[in-house]
């Protein structure tokens, strides 16, 4: 279901692009963001009347690389960059380009809709020692724990041997 008809839109870009307000002003007419405003005005100077109707859909990788490496390659903005390549909204874009920036181009490619399958989470470096290792690690940290209570032993002693050096 869509919030604003097909005609709003239609009547706000035609004040705009007519130069009979600006996209602030038509904005506040219409009851709508002015960043939508600016939405709509840019898709329609890309795409015409269908840009104003475009619906999200599922995109391939390459085309969410090719849309990323474009913005970057021109220095446009997600706004600008999303009404170019016919994303309606520019959340869409701006979450592939934290992913492309964070885990490189193919990671676009990757499927990340639906659940996630829990079970299958990586081992980490704790749960990948074998017997031997834990056995080796036990034996550190009771000499380390035999150690602690060694010095902690002495440095009661001394403790001991000031007070009754002080006594006398």
């Known amino acids: 279901m869509e919030k604003f008809s097909l005609e709003?839109?239609?009547?706000?870009?035609?004040?705009?692009?007519?130069?009979?307000?600006?996209?602030k002003k038509a904005a506040k007419k219409f009851g709508v963001s002015h960043n939508l405003a600016k939405r709509w005005v840019k898709m329609y100077q890309h795409?015409?009347?269908?840009?104003?109707?475009?619906?999200?859909?599922?995109?391939s990788g390459e085309f969410k690389t090719n849309a990323v490496e474009y913005m970057h390659k021109n220095h446009l903005s997600i706004q600008e960059a999303s009404a170019c390549w016919g994303i309606p909204g520019p959340t869409t874009l701006a979450r592939w380009e934290r992913?492309?920036?964070?885990?490189?181009?193919?990671?676009?490619?990757?499927?990340?809709?639906?659940?996630h399958n829990i079970m299958k989470?990586?081992?980490?470096e704790k749960q990948n020692k074998t017997e031997k290792d834990l056995l080796d690690e036990i034996e550190k940290l009771k000499a380390e724990v035999a150690y602690l209570k060694k010095y902690n032993a002495l440095v009661q002693a001394k403790k001991e041997?000031?007070?009754?050096?002080?006594?006398?």
């Open 8 to 23: 709003l839109k239609k009547e706000l870009v035609a004040l705009v692009i007519g130069n009979k307000c600006g996209i």
């Open 47 to 59: 795409h015409g009347e269908s840009g104003l109707s475009m619906k999200s859909g599922t995109y």
């Open 99 to 115: 992913t492309y920036q964070e885990e490189g181009p193919e990671a676009l490619f990757l499927e990340r809709r639906g659940r």
């Open 121 to 124: 989470k990586p081992l980490n």
């Open 161 to 168: 041997s000031r007070t009754k050096k002080k006594q006398k």
